[in-house]
């Protein structure tokens, strides 16, 4: 099995000011996703909705001088909202379930991992 994952975009500011109703619609949508990956035979590894990019810490420089500073790192509209892990041998139809939640998200990422470790 491949093994990929699925980057989700979004904008924070609007999603801080989504209607309860609507944020239900989308986190349905997301588990209809869940749903649609174990019936056609895809692994769900792991995924998660991550906090806001203002709560991230920013880390550069070397393991002697490191810089840590509060997020976000850039002043995108867009920053990276969530993530899911998915083991596949079927990218094709993979894609076709990601559907279900682009429907509601938007347009998102699909990466495969580069094999090997870091």
Request: with cysteine.
């Amino acid at each position: 099995m491949s093994k990929y994952v699925v980057l989700i975009p979004a904008d924070e500011g609007a999603w801080a000011v989504t209607p309860q109703e609507e944020k239900e619609r989308v986190y349905n949508a997301h588990a209809e996703f869940a749903k649609l990956l174990a019936e056609r035979g895809h692994t769900f590894v792991e995924g998660a909705e991550l906090v806001p990019s203002a709560e991230a810490k920013i880390v550069s420089g070397s393991v002697d001088q490191v810089t840590v500073t509060d997020g976000p790192y850039s002043e995108a509209a867009e920053q990276l909202s969530g993530f899911y892990v998915i083991d596949t041998d079927d990218l094709a139809d993979l894609l076709q379930c990601v559907g279900r939640i682009t429907s509601a998200e938007g347009r998102l990422e699909v990466r495969a991992y580069n094999g090997g470790g870091m």
